[in-house]
């Protein structure tokens, strides 16, 4: 991925963050943020399973579609997570990370470190040895995601605009 497409997925999760904080009944901790992630990796997990063996009652083209959206579902909070704990995003960190696998793989080893995330977070989160840990697992998960978003041709310019856009009525609607 480009320098230019993730300094952009970054600044529009930030700016999403920034509004859900004001229709948000209490502050999210990095424990909601880890649950969060898991819930993203099982619709994508469903959308996986579905292209494949389940019943499907979706097109390709709309299977597609949905793959995108769950992706970016989860680099959205993956990145809440991160600006949650660190503030700001090391993006060299995140865009070296290079993986060579099937789809499937990326997605497996992708659900694995959310997995790890989620116990991390919750477990281990006051020591400041774990913190180190938790973000080297963030940077990790997040050049997984990213990669799983590549291998699935995804577009996160276009999709966290849509995104943004709709996140943006969303809050709207809430705020009134």
């Not at 090391?90 to 499937?104: A, D, Q």
């Not at 774990?130 to 940077?139: P, Q």
């Amino acid at each position: 991925m480009e320098a230019a497409s993730l300094s952009f997925v970054v600044r529009t999760a930030k700016e999403l963050k920034k509004e859900f904080r004001k229709i948000e009944t209490q502050p999210w901790t990095s424990y909601a943020y880890s649950m969060e992630i898991i819930v993203q990796v099982g619709h994508l997990a469903d959308i996986f399973l579905r292209q494949e063996y389940k019943y499907n009652p979706h097109s390709k083209n709309e299977n597609q579609t949905r793959i995108n959206d769950e992706v970016c579902d989860v680099i959205l909070n993956l990145l809440f997570l991160y600006i949650e704990l660190y503030e700001e995003v090391e993006l060299s960190k995140i865009n070296n990370v290079e993986v060579c696998m099937s789809k499937e793989s990326l997605f497996t080893e992708l659900a694995l470190s959310c997995a790890q995330l989620t116990r991390l977070s919750s477990t281990y989160f006051d020591s400041n040895q774990s913190k180190a840990d938790i973000k080297n697992m963030l940077e990790y998960t997040l050049g997984l995601s990213i990669s799983l978003a590549d291998a699935c041709n995804c577009d996160l310019i276009s999709n966290f605009l849509r995104i943004k856009s709709e996140s943006q009525i969303y809050i709207e609607k809430k705020s009134n």
